[in-house]
């Protein structure tokens, strides 16, 4: 990993004093705002902090909230009264995304100073031609309307090992193509923003869905552009719903009972393959649950089923 200072320094927006902090893990747990917490979320909220509070780290909560199209009023003070009700609270002030917009336009210039990303006019049906892969060259000629724009990807493999998922490799020029960074309607990718928040913020453990696997290779792909370090990546099992569907908000999944938040707990616990604790308050719990994390313990394999209870 790159040290601290060759990060650009107008990506740094990390307090110095950070800088100066005992080396230790720092992870994050990013939810989007667009629903209620359900049980898939607490899963990786409860594994990023686990892995984090294990390492005798420090735990951050992100709001991604940067598709105001996609976040729903009031959801993310939801989100954020329900993990407090589980015990799980940001260490630091929570970072909102559509508050850091000057940081995404700072990086984006300086892929656009790289000469690393293109306007884009290419229409989805452009690109059905091409199974969806954008070749290095565009199949539309550009018209007056505002362009997407894409960044131009490596001709080579990118590989990973992830903590849980072993050893992952993309060829990112035939299995992505050049992707978007930036939409014709102004906004930043998810690719994009997750790269900056997460150098920005010191972020040295990425713990989330599995879901998200096959994203790493064009965030390394960013990272190495804009001379970021890569952190670490831990990809934990999806939740699966009876029939097989990951689990989400916009599928009406049912949210965790913050009233009640041992039963969903154990029941996280259980599914990141960690031993029951006996405790019966949130905080020892946690602290039990904390000295016992077995990251050995959480399955291997990228998806799992958990039976969804109804107590
Ligand atoms: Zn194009």
């Known amino acids: 990993m790159r040290k601290p200072e060759a990060l650009p320094a107008e990506l740094l927006a990390l307090p110095a004093e950070l800088l100066a902090l005992p080396a230790g893990p720092r992870g994050r747990f990013a939810p989007s705002p667009t629903g209620n917490l359900h049980f898939g979320s607490l899963v990786a909220a409860l594994g990023s902090w686990l892995h984090a509070r294990s390492g005798q780290g420090r735990w951050i909560v992100r709001m991604e909230d940067i598709d105001s199209t996609r976040s729903v009023p009031g959801a993310g003070e939801n989100i954020l009264a329900t993990l407090a009700a589980f015990g799980l609270e940001s260490d630091e002030p929570v970072a909102w995304q559509s508050q850091r917009l000057d940081l995404y336009e700072a990086a984006f210039a300086r892929l656009q100073a790289l000469g690393a990303v293109y306007p884009c006019h290419c229409s989805r049906s452009d690109l ?83 879901d998200l696997l096959d994203s790493t290779p064009r965030q390394i792909h960013l990272q190495e552009l804009l001379g970021l370090p890569t952190p670490g990546y831990l990809h934990l099992p999806l939740v699966l719903d009876p029939s097989g569907r990951k689990l989400s908000k916009q599928e009406q999944a049912r949210p965790v009972d913050a009233g009640d938040p041992l039963p969903a707990l154990h029941a996280a616990l259980a599914f990141l393959g960690q031993r029951a604790p006996a405790s019966k308050r949130v905080d020892a719990l946690l602290r039990e649950a904390v000295h016992a994390f077995d990251i050995d313990a959480i399955p291997a394999r990228p998806l799992a089923h958990a039976a969804m209870r109804k107590d």
Do not use: K, M
């Open 128 to 210: 059905a031609a091409c199974n969806g892969i954008h070749p290095h060259a565009c199949l539309r000629s550009a018209d007056s309307s505002a362009p997407a724009w894409r960044v131009r990807v490596a001709d080579r493999e990118i590989s990973f090992t992830d903590r849980i998922c072993a050893r992952f490799n993309q060829r990112l020029d035939r299995e992505v193509g050049d992707f978007v960074v930036r939409r014709a309607d102004g906004l930043f990718t998810y690719q994009l923003v997750v790269v900056v928040d997460d150098a920005a913020q010191g972020i040295s453990e990425v713990v989330r869905g599995a």
